[in-house]
């Protein structure tokens, strides 16, 4: 939450001094494998570049930060993993031309601030406790910047890098921004498949061939994830966050139970899918920079866009699966099964 208050008071175009200066529009779109494993700490064209091929092969990144931390590996591994390739803490010339082949275009692309990306109306202070949050119309953005940023899957961090100089509060200013698709469609899903250890979310068809990934946060101490095999029983776009007193948060005093308006900085965010466990269910956050960073009140949270994603291609009834604490043996089966399944994807 301290983020979002902060981003609504920073004038919009600063550049944040970690970044200024070491990367661009061109920098990105021409980036090429890195010989050495690359900052985990520090944003680079090369890593960006990563992000965005991850993202758009659905394989997400999280938040694209342009920086090779946890979550931008898992989405390697993972995409790794399902073409039946090694990875260790270089990027091998394989994988890296075969994320490349994934998708076509330039990664990075000019766009227009239109009169909806800067209309509002905005919060002029996202309250930090959910009791505060209650008497709001909306849980809208806090600023053009954070709108963007969510639309792009971008932090805002790395917009503002890309784009020194620029006002995000003006209609028809250009700027660039990484080119993810608005929507976009996956095979049918068959199963999810949640593991707890690794703080990942998998989607996979009917035939057990993975198609998207996804990191997550999931669960609490006071508040922890179910375990074994739930179902999907529906999808909400725009929830209203219902909060019951029997949750018992700590940082709760009410023992009334009260509701949140929608918006993207509702406590589930944007997007909800419901499961078959009461109060359950797999939704977005106004926080997508601490998505598998941080526990979440029991339910399995993912950035708002990758919860659309998934909820718009997940039918009622998918079986949901709990994985608690998977072996060494049985990932290393998983991973040597996704192998023989992009050998034999490749052969027909």
Known sequence: MMR??????????????????????????????????????????????????????????GQIDGKFGENAQKALKAFAEQN????????APELWDKLSAA????????????????KGPFLKKLPAK??????????SYTSPLEGLS???????????????????????????VANVP?????????????????????????SGRLVAFYPASIGSPDRPTPTGTLKVTGTNEQPTYHYNPDYKFKSVKSKKPFEIKPGPNNPVG????????????????????????????GCVRLTNWDARVLGENVKRGTPVVFLD??????????????????????SN
């Open 103 to 118: 998708s076509e275009g330039p990664v990075i692309v000019d766009y227009k601030l239109a009169d909806a990306d800067v």
């Open 150 to 176: 969510e639309k792009f899957h971008m932090s805002e961090e790395l917009v503002k890098a890309l784009n020194p100089g620029k006002a995000f509060d003006k209609v028809g200013e250009t700027i660039v």
């Open 84 to 91: 039946g390739l090694g990875i260790d803490k270089t990027i």
């Open 270 to 297: 944007s997007y909800w899918i419901g499961l078959s466990a009461q109060g359950y269910g797999i939704h977005g956050t106004a926080e997508p920079d601490r998505v598998s960073k941080s526990a979440s009140h």
């Open 182 to 206: 608005a929507r976009r469609e996956l095979p049918r899903v068959a199963r999810i498949e949640i593991d707890k250890a690794h703080a990942t979310l998998k989607a996979y068809e009917g």
């Open 4 to 61: 979002r208050m902060l981003g609504a008071v920073m004038s919009l175009w600063f550049v944040c001094p970690a970044l200024a200066g070491s990367l661009d529009a061109k920098a990105v779109n021409d980036a090429t494998r890195p010989e050495k494993a690359p900052a985990a700490d520090k944003a680079s064209a090369a890593v960006t570049k990563l992000q965005i091929l991850l993202d758009r092969a659905q394989f997400s990144p």
């Open 130 to 139: 959910l009791e505060d949050m209650k008497s709001l119309e909306a849980l």
């Open 325 to 346: 604490a998977p072996t060494e043996s049985s990932s290393k089966q998983r991973g040597e099964t996704a192998g023989k399944r992009a050998a034999n994807s490749s």
